[in-house]
């Protein structure tokens, strides 16, 4: 890049790095809501159905959303993600996946989300969904290893993104304090999904714990939360106490970094093309027609060598 | 093949216009070499060829670039990507895969090549550059000359007619530098393609040139080579001496100026005053401000330093030399502290450097690494001074001063990530001065640098040696360590191979001799100004 | 001699696929039984595998670790249910002091007498999901994760581009992190450990962006998005069909939910036939309308024989064990009453089938063959 381009003022927001047409918003509705389905489904699951299908029905919303997610991911990236788009994703989702192993566990990894939260924040939702893909897809290549939970991983990431990029606007330091919060509340919302992924695979314990089918939602949720608090909410609290902490004190500064950076790319940048001042433009290769270049001689470069051997 | 028709280039968001109203030709099979000093438009010269101007960077451009035939208005850089091939200044930053054979191929993919086409292609080009011994290797463990040469080669398959390089050897050491110039040679002499590189070090490669482009604020003039050398402000030392004694044809190598030195190496044996002997007094005779005794430094493959010594006296300029991998970034960091060596001793008075912290540790070392970016991590280049005045525990301003001195029109508002190298580098001594150390370090200061930018370095150099500050450069620049060294210490695999005064170490090696040395040899001259100077004392 | 020596299959490494499908095979097996012969037997059967075959690299332990990581489920698993489950039916094993938490926590009683039943349970769980996710290591084991990129198919391509620059990128990161760490020591710079945390990572971040420009400029300039290959009218067509297949889903899942065959408006609505239908449908067409016109693979990987020869064997051990359970072969481990369980014959034999696959794919190479992962360990360049 050329060494000092003055710097104009950041604006608060930045183009969006990535833009979701119309049909990827719908498929990303639905897969969404099949999601929420795949997430949820103790809740509402039927109780004849239910009893029968204990231990086949993880497995299969697994696979199911499997597919969703690979047919979702196609869907956005059909037509092609613009090469600074993609090195963006691909560098935040690295460095996201190099903070994995600083957090703990199975749900709520606190700097992690941070960058995906504040990815998705400056760089607008569909870049934030994006990114929250692959951040859990890369960090599951290279640490986490890949398994049956990686679907899931990847949506609620993605979710957490996109939420950060449909925040309302603000700047300065209201802004870093909304993102906090988010923050704060996505990574116990993460935590949350998270256990509700591994409930039904406690069947068998007591059933104060563990889903009945057909019981109303509130039943079955205070179940949820009874699990939750005996397995990981506590830890989640503290996990989303950190986040909250963490994006307080480094938020203001990565999102200027990543703004800074988003201009630099010059995302969506527009090739305006002036004046030709006359000149036709060349037809073959091979014309060289007189250029009112300064060079003094038309030299062949084989009279120069002449020209350096006379003493 | 390469046509400029009046194209002036504004970025968004700038106050003046890049380039204004460029014509240029080149022609079929030139090199053409692009020369300016640091931040005059080089860049966006070279990316306007293969159309990342204004397409990707956004911007304006007016005019026509055309490039075999094909318009940069209608053509993105992908659509050229078959007639040019273009190599950034960081290939590691440009690598898309891991494997060696997979970044050669990359190219080819994109172009939907048959499989058995790329075979060949692939084994052709290892062959051509000399990497089929490394063709598994992963990226990441390769040498800067090797990243070099496979990032040229992942652009050569897809045998492109044109290939634009932005300053290919800047990262180099002399032997990795000459490999990848005569690999270039090679291309153009025996494959016929059009090559358009930029370059700082004019010394390694005026001579391929065919034309040279100066690029003189946003306005480019095209030269023969002779012609450019001529009026450039940015010139190798065999040409500045070819200016000083008034030789016409300018010379562009060693050899066509040995053929012309003979009237003038008869005028100065002649004369009396010989360089001073100040350029490499006897370094034995003061106490020891920092040294290391027999340290051994183990990595986990390989040994960086087997029982090398070295101690360093106030007011000294130690020259570290030698081959990449040979120790001198390791010696640096165990003089500086910052590597804890396995045997041995390092002593910095009484104390060991390790054991330094905060304005203690500021007062005694400073160490600028070799990339000085690692140094710099606030938003401005004001907080970062105002920063190394509070770490440094000196008064305020202290930083900004040196800055001034170093580089005048240094926007102090400017974040650091914006800045040139050599405002970079220039921001880095700032800091690292500021706490007045007692022994400086610097990690290849001169690479990326302009002419401008190293003079200014060297005379400050030269001011803290005379204040008594002991200096130590790892280099692979010989000119600099001809201009400021007084001693130079060569080593090898780890070992101390050579260790005495400047000027007889530096004549005595052909490898490391300067460019003023090897035409004027065997008078013992180092630099341009040595010989004004004796010039001037003749009658 | 000449001949046996002939006969002998050139190392190379298999298709990822192959692999994955075999290890997801027999995890699918191991989902369908709970006796704990049968999925120790399938343990060992793929703990061999992947002895034999298994690329060496950092990956190579990956078996081992997912097991020690099963292990430790099933402990988890065995210790919940003895603190949390309530009462079975069966022996009392040992009494825990019970605890009863506030009527707001679902009146959950911890503790009390903990039944051989329900741990005897838990276990055999425990240990379902233990060789599950041992399938899921070997796999890790056997393909090296980036070769996997290389056969993601095509309407994914941007994807596996991604996660290359991120597994390019990543050791990037972290020996920036350590210069910078060394430049504060330089710089004097002492802060709290906060305070220091954020104000390492600032620098990092920066180099990851200006490396990030970089690279784009880069992939442009060679070419990439050169053939995205599809036009605007059949990019609408698949989408389309991908949202019909979405649909499907949906009213699948709806239908799996609500149990049975409801009807919606007198249409019966299928379950999870349904949903595997608008999978099928969605998936289709985008693999369908992703191949790229134009773009191509370097030394792509084939699928040959010993491709199918390894698929067969795990599908061959799955339907076994599918087969055995449609025709009443108890797969379950008896828990109530707890008695010693027994081998059943024919998911053992089938289990074995899986076997096959060793002898079945040619050796792995060892040294500088094609498609090698970093062994070597990253040599600094210029120290």
């Given at each position: 890049?050329p060494?000092g381009?003055?710097m104009s003022?950041?604006r608060?927001s930045a183009?969006?790095?990535l833009?979701?047409r119309?049909p990827s918003t719908?498929v990303l509705t639905?897969s969404?809501?099949?999601?929420?389905?795949?997430f949820g489904w103790?809740f509402?699951?039927d109780?004849d159905?239910?009893?029968?299908?204990?231990?086949?029905a993880?497995?299969?919303?697994?696979?199911?959303?499997?597919?969703?997610?690979?047919v979702?991911m196609?869907?956005?990236v059909r037509?092609?993600i613009d090469?600074?788009?993609l090195a963006m994703?691909?560098?935040l989702a690295?460095?996201g996946?190099?903070?994995?192993?600083?957090?703990?566990?199975?749900?709520?990894f606190q700097p992690m989300f941070l960058?995906?939260i504040l990815?998705?924040?400056?760089?607008?939702p569909g870049?934030?969904f994006?990114?929250?893909l692959l951040?859990m897809?890369g960090?599951a290549?290279?640490t986490g290893?890949v398994?049956p939970?990686?679907?899931f991983q990847?949506l609620?990431?993605?979710w957490?993104?996109?939420?950060a990029?449909?925040?309302p606007?603000a700047?300065?330091r209201?802004e870093v304090w909304?993102?906090?919060g988010?923050?704060a509340?996505?990574s116990?919302?993460?935590?949350f999904?998270l256990n509700l992924w591994?409930?039904p695979?406690?069947?068998?314990?007591d059933s104060?714990l563990?889903f009945?089918?057909?019981?109303?939602v509130v039943a079955n949720?205070?179940?949820?939360?009874a699990f939750?608090?005996?397995?990981?909410l506590?830890f989640?609290?503290?996990r989303?106490?950190?986040?909250?902490?963490l994006t307080?004190?480094a938020?203001?500064?990565v999102l200027?970094?990543?703004?800074?950076?988003?201009?630099?790319a010059a995302f969506g940048a527009?090739?305006?093309f002036?004046?030709?001042s006359?000149?036709p433009?060349?037809?073959?290769?091979?014309?060289r027609p007189a250029s009112?270049?300064t060079?003094?001689s038309?030299?062949?470069p084989g009279a120069?060598?002449?020209d350096?051997g006379s003493? | 093949m390469i046509s400029?028709?009046?194209?002036?280039v504004?970025?968004p968001?700038?106050?003046?216009?890049a380039?204004v109203?460029?014509?240029?030709?080149?022609?079929?099979?030139?090199?053409?070499?692009?020369?300016?000093?640091?931040?005059s438009?080089?860049s966006?010269?070279?990316?306007?060829?293969?159309?990342?101007?204004?397409h990707?960077t956004?911007g304006?451009?007016?005019?026509?670039?055309t490039?075999?035939?094909?318009?940069?208005r209608t053509?993105?850089p992908?659509?050229?990507?078959?007639v040019?091939g273009y190599?950034?200044?960081d290939?590691?930053?440009?690598f898309?895969?891991d494997?060696v054979e997979?970044?050669l191929?990359?190219?080819?993919?994109?172009?939907?090549?048959a499989?058995?086409?790329?075979r060949?292609?692939?084994?052709?080009?290892?062959?051509?550059?000399?990497?089929?011994?490394i063709?598994?290797r992963?990226?990441?463990?390769l040498s800067a000359?090797?990243?070099?040469?496979?990032?040229i080669?992942?652009v050569?398959t897809a045998h492109?007619?044109?290939?634009?390089?932005?300053?290919p050897?800047?990262?180099l050491d002399?032997?990795?530098?000459?490999e990848v110039?005569a690999?270039?040679?090679?291309l153009?002499?025996d494959l016929g393609?059009?090559?358009?590189m930029s370059?700082?070090?004019?010394?390694?490669?005026?001579q391929y040139?065919?034309?040279v482009l100066?690029?003189?604020g946003?306005?480019?003039?095209?030269?023969q080579?002779?012609?450019a050398m001529a009026?450039?402000?940015v010139?190798p030392?065999v040409v500045?001496?070819g200016r000083l004694?008034?030789?016409?044809?300018?010379?562009?190598?060693?050899r066509?100026a040995r053929?012309?030195?003979?009237p003038?190496?008869?005028?100065?044996a002649?004369?009396?005053?010989?360089?001073?002997?100040?350029n490499g007094g006897s370094?034995?005779?003061?106490?020891?401000?920092?040294?290391a005794?027999?340290v051994?430094?183990?990595?986990p493959?390989?040994?960086a330093l087997?029982?090398a010594?070295l101690?360093v006296a106030p007011?000294?300029?130690?020259a570290?030399m030698?081959?990449?991998?040979?120790?001198?970034?390791?010696?640096l960091?165990v003089l500086?502290g910052v590597?804890r060596?396995?045997?041995g001793?390092?002593?910095?008075?009484t104390?060991?450097p390790?054991?330094?912290?905060?304005g203690?540790?500021?007062r005694a070392?400073?160490?600028?690494?070799q990339n000085p970016?690692?140094?710099?991590?606030?938003?401005?280049v004001a907080?970062?001074?105002?920063?190394?005045?509070?770490d440094?525990?000196?008064s305020?301003g202290?930083s900004a001063?040196l800055l001034?001195r170093?580089?005048?029109?240094?926007?102090v508002?400017l974040?650091?990530?914006?800045l040139s190298?050599?405002?970079?580098?220039?921001?880095?001594l700032?800091?690292?001065?500021?706490g007045?150390?007692a022994?400086l370090l610097?990690d290849?200061?001169?690479?990326g640098?302009d002419?401008?930018t190293k003079?200014r370095l060297?005379s400050l150099?030269?001011?803290?040696?005379a204040?008594?500050?002991?200096?130590v450069?790892?280099?692979h620049d010989?000119e600099l360590?001809?201009?400021?060294?007084t001693?130079v210490?060569?080593?090898?695999?780890?070992?101390?191979?050579a260790?005495?005064?400047?000027r007889e170490?530096?004549?005595a090696?052909p490898v490391f001799?300067?460019?003023?040395?090897?035409?004027?040899?065997?008078?013992?001259?180092?630099t341009?100004?040595?010989?004004?100077?004796?010039?001037?004392?003749?009658? | 001699?000449?001949?046996a020596?002939?006969?002998q299959p050139?190392?190379?490494?298999?298709?990822?696929?192959a692999?994955?499908l075999?290890a997801?095979?027999?995890?699918?097996?191991?989902?369908?039984?709970t006796n704990?012969w049968?999925?120790?037997?399938?343990?060992?059967?793929?703990?061999i595998?992947?002895?034999e075959r298994?690329?060496?690299?950092p990956?190579s332990r990956?078996?081992?670790?997912f097991?020690?990581v099963?292990?430790?489920?099933v402990?988890?698993?065995?210790?919940?249910?003895a603190?949390?489950?309530?009462?079975?039916a069966?022996?009392?094993?040992?009494?825990l002091?019970?605890?009863a938490?506030?009527d707001w926590l679902?009146?959950?009683?911890?503790?009390?007498p903990v039944?051989?039943d329900t741990?005897?349970e838990?276990?055999?769980?425990g240990l379902?999901l233990?060789?599950i996710?041992?399938?899921?290591?070997a796999?890790?084991?056997?393909?090296?994760?980036?070769?996997l990129?290389?056969?993601?198919?095509?309407?994914l391509y941007e994807?596996?581009?991604a996660v290359?620059?991120?597994?390019t990128?990543l050791?990037?990161l972290v020996a920036d992190?350590?210069?910078v760490?060394e430049?504060?020591l330089l710089r004097?710079r002492?802060s709290?450990?906060?305070r220091?945390?954020?104000?390492?990572?600032?620098p990092?971040?920066?180099g990851?962006?200006?490396?990030a420009v970089?690279?784009a400029?880069?992939?442009d300039?060679?070419?990439?998005?050169?053939?995205?290959?599809?036009?605007?009218?059949?990019?609408?067509?698949t989408?389309?069909?991908?949202l019909?297949?979405?649909?499907?889903?949906g009213v699948g899942l709806y239908?799996?939910?609500?149990?049975?065959?409801?009807?919606?408006?007198?249409?019966?609505?299928l379950?999870?036939?349904m949903?595997?239908?608008g999978?099928t449908?969605a998936?289709a067409a985008?693999?369908?309308?992703g191949?790229?016109?134009g773009r191509t693979?370097?030394?792509?990987d084939?699928?040959?024989?010993?491709?199918w020869?390894?698929?067969g064997s795990?599908?061959?051990c799955?339907?076994?064990?599918?087969v055995?359970?449609?025709l009443g072969?108890?797969?379950e481990?008896?828990?109530?009453?707890?008695?010693?369980?027994?081998l059943p014959l024919?998911?053992?034999?089938?289990?074995?089938l899986?076997l096959?696959?060793?002898?079945?794919?040619?050796p792995?190479?060892l040294?500088a063959?094609?498609?090698?992962?970093?062994?070597a360990r990253?040599r600094?360049p210029a120290r």
């Amino acid at each position: 890049m050329p060494g000092g381009a003055p710097m104009s003022t950041i604006r608060a927001s930045a183009p969006s790095a990535l833009r979701l047409r119309g049909p990827s918003t719908a498929v990303l509705t639905l897969s969404s809501l099949i999601g929420v389905i795949a997430f949820g489904w103790p809740f509402v699951i039927d109780p004849d159905v239910g009893l029968g299908h204990e231990r086949d029905a993880p497995l299969l919303f697994a696979v199911t959303l499997l597919m969703v997610v690979v047919v979702l991911m196609a869907e956005i990236v059909r037509g092609g993600i613009d090469a600074k788009a993609l090195a963006m994703l691909g560098v935040l989702a690295a460095l996201g996946a190099s903070l994995r192993p600083l957090g703990g566990g199975v749900t709520g990894f606190q700097p992690m989300f941070l960058v995906i939260i504040l990815g998705g924040r400056a760089l607008g939702p569909g870049f934030g969904f994006v990114l929250g893909l692959l951040t859990m897809l890369g960090s599951a290549v290279v640490t986490g290893g890949v398994g049956p939970w990686l679907p899931f991983q990847m949506l609620g990431a993605a979710w957490m993104g996109l939420g950060a990029g449909l925040l309302p606007r603000a700047s300065g330091r209201r802004e870093v304090w909304l993102v906090a919060g988010y923050g704060a509340l996505a990574s116990v919302a993460y935590g949350f999904l998270l256990n509700l992924w591994f409930w039904p695979f406690t069947t068998g314990l007591d059933s104060e714990l563990s889903f009945v089918a057909g019981d109303p939602v509130v039943a079955n949720l205070r179940r949820l939360i009874a699990f939750s608090l005996l397995t990981s909410l506590g830890f989640d609290l503290v996990r989303a106490a950190g986040t909250l902490a963490l994006t307080l004190m480094a938020g203001g500064l990565v999102l200027r970094a990543l703004r800074r950076a988003s201009r630099r790319a010059a995302f969506g940048a527009v090739a305006d093309f002036g004046e030709t001042s006359g000149w036709p433009p060349l037809a073959s290769p091979e014309g060289r027609p007189a250029s009112a270049s300064t060079s003094g001689s038309g030299e062949r470069p084989g009279a120069a060598g002449g020209d350096v051997g006379s003493a | 093949m390469i046509s400029f028709r009046a194209v002036s280039v504004t970025y968004p968001d700038a106050a003046a216009p890049a380039l204004v109203a460029v014509d240029l030709e080149i022609v079929e099979g030139e090199l053409a070499l692009v020369v300016g000093s640091t931040g005059s438009g080089k860049s966006t010269l070279l990316r306007c060829v293969n159309g990342l101007v204004p397409h990707f960077t956004g911007g304006r451009l007016d005019g026509h670039v055309t490039v075999a035939g094909r318009d940069t208005r209608t053509h993105r850089p992908r659509d050229l990507a078959d007639v040019v091939g273009y190599v950034d200044q960081d290939p590691s930053a440009g690598f898309v895969t891991d494997v060696v054979e997979d970044e050669l191929a990359y190219a080819m993919e994109s172009l939907g090549l048959a499989p058995s086409l790329m075979r060949r292609r692939v084994e052709e080009t290892l062959d051509l550059l000399g990497l089929a011994d490394i063709r598994y290797r992963p990226l990441r463990t390769l040498s800067a000359g090797q990243k070099q040469r496979v990032a040229i080669g992942s652009v050569l398959t897809a045998h492109p007619s044109v290939l634009v390089m932005d300053e290919p050897t800047s990262a180099l050491d002399p032997q990795a530098a000459e490999e990848v110039l005569a690999a270039v040679q090679r291309l153009v002499h025996d494959l016929g393609m059009t090559v358009l590189m930029s370059e700082h070090r004019l010394e390694r490669a005026v001579q391929y040139a065919d034309r040279v482009l100066v690029v003189d604020g946003s306005t480019v003039i095209d030269h023969q080579p002779a012609q450019a050398m001529a009026h450039s402000p940015v010139i190798p030392p065999v040409v500045a001496l070819g200016r000083l004694a008034g030789w016409d044809p300018l010379p562009l190598t060693v050899r066509d100026a040995r053929r012309d030195a003979e009237p003038l190496r008869r005028r100065l044996a002649g004369g009396t005053a010989l360089p001073p002997a100040g350029n490499g007094g006897s370094p034995a005779v003061r106490p020891a401000v920092v040294s290391a005794r027999e340290v051994t430094v183990r990595h986990p493959e390989v040994v960086a330093l087997r029982r090398a010594s070295l101690s360093v006296a106030p007011g000294e300029v130690v020259a570290l030399m030698g081959r990449n991998g040979a120790g001198k970034t390791t010696m640096l960091r165990v003089l500086a502290g910052v590597d804890r060596p396995e045997s041995g001793r390092v002593r910095m008075g009484t104390r060991d450097p390790a054991g330094l912290r905060g304005g203690e540790r500021v007062r005694a070392v400073g160490l600028v690494p070799q990339n000085p970016r690692d140094l710099l991590w606030t938003e401005s280049v004001a907080q970062e001074c105002r920063d190394a005045d509070r770490d440094a525990e000196t008064s305020a301003g202290t930083s900004a001063g040196l800055l001034a001195r170093l580089q005048p029109e240094l926007d102090v508002d400017l974040h650091p990530g914006d800045l040139s190298e050599g405002q970079r580098l220039a921001v880095a001594l700032a800091v690292v001065l500021a706490g007045d150390p007692a022994v400086l370090l610097l990690d290849e200061p001169t690479r990326g640098l302009d002419y401008a930018t190293k003079r200014r370095l060297v005379s400050l150099l030269r001011d803290r040696a005379a204040s008594g500050t002991a200096v130590v450069l790892a280099t692979h620049d010989v000119e600099l360590a001809a201009e400021v060294a007084t001693r130079v210490v060569i080593l090898a695999e780890g070992e101390v191979v050579a260790d005495g005064p400047a000027r007889e170490s530096v004549m005595a090696s052909p490898v490391f001799a300067p460019q003023v040395a090897k035409v004027l040899a065997p008078l013992p001259f180092l630099t341009v100004e040595e010989v004004s100077a004796c010039l001037a004392g003749l009658p | 001699m000449a001949e046996a020596r002939l006969r002998q299959p050139l190392p190379r490494l298999l298709h990822p696929g192959a692999w994955w499908l075999w290890a997801s095979s027999l995890a699918v097996a191991a989902s369908r039984t709970t006796n704990p012969w049968l999925l120790l037997a399938l343990l060992g059967v793929v703990g061999i595998v992947v002895a034999e075959r298994r690329v060496p690299g950092p990956w190579s332990r990956a078996f081992l670790v997912f097991v020690q990581v099963g292990m430790v489920v099933v402990g988890i698993r065995m210790v919940l249910a003895a603190v949390l489950a309530g009462p079975g039916a069966g022996p009392v094993l040992l009494t825990l002091p019970s605890i009863a938490l506030p009527d707001w926590l679902a009146g959950v009683r911890v503790g009390g007498p903990v039944t051989a039943d329900t741990v005897l349970e838990a276990c055999y769980e425990g240990l379902r999901l233990a060789v599950i996710l041992g399938c899921i290591g070997a796999a890790n084991a056997l393909v090296l994760p980036s070769r996997l990129l290389r056969v993601v198919p095509a309407a994914l391509y941007e994807i596996g581009v991604a996660v290359v620059v991120i597994l390019t990128v990543l050791p990037m990161l972290v020996a920036d992190l350590g210069r910078v760490r060394e430049a504060r020591l330089l710089r004097g710079r002492r802060s709290r450990p906060a305070r220091a945390a954020a104000e390492m990572t600032l620098p990092v971040l920066n180099g990851a962006l200006d490396r990030a420009v970089t690279l784009a400029a880069a992939m442009d300039s060679r070419g990439y998005g050169r053939t995205t290959g599809v036009s605007a009218g059949t990019r609408r067509l698949t989408t389309t069909l991908v949202l019909a297949g979405l649909v499907g889903v949906g009213v699948g899942l709806y239908g799996v939910l609500d149990g049975g065959t409801p009807d919606v408006a007198g249409l019966p609505v299928l379950g999870w036939p349904m949903v595997l239908l608008g999978c099928t449908l969605a998936v289709a067409a985008t693999l369908l309308a992703g191949r790229r016109i134009g773009r191509t693979v370097y030394r792509p990987d084939r699928w040959r024989a010993a491709e199918w020869a390894v698929l067969g064997s795990g599908l061959a051990c799955l339907s076994a064990i599918l087969v055995s359970a449609a025709l009443g072969v108890d797969l379950e481990g008896p828990t109530s009453p707890p008695t010693w369980p027994t081998l059943p014959l024919v998911p053992a034999l089938g289990v074995l089938l899986g076997l096959l696959a060793l002898p079945a794919s040619p050796p792995v190479p060892l040294a500088a063959g094609p498609r090698q992962l970093p062994s070597a360990r990253p040599r600094e360049p210029a120290r």
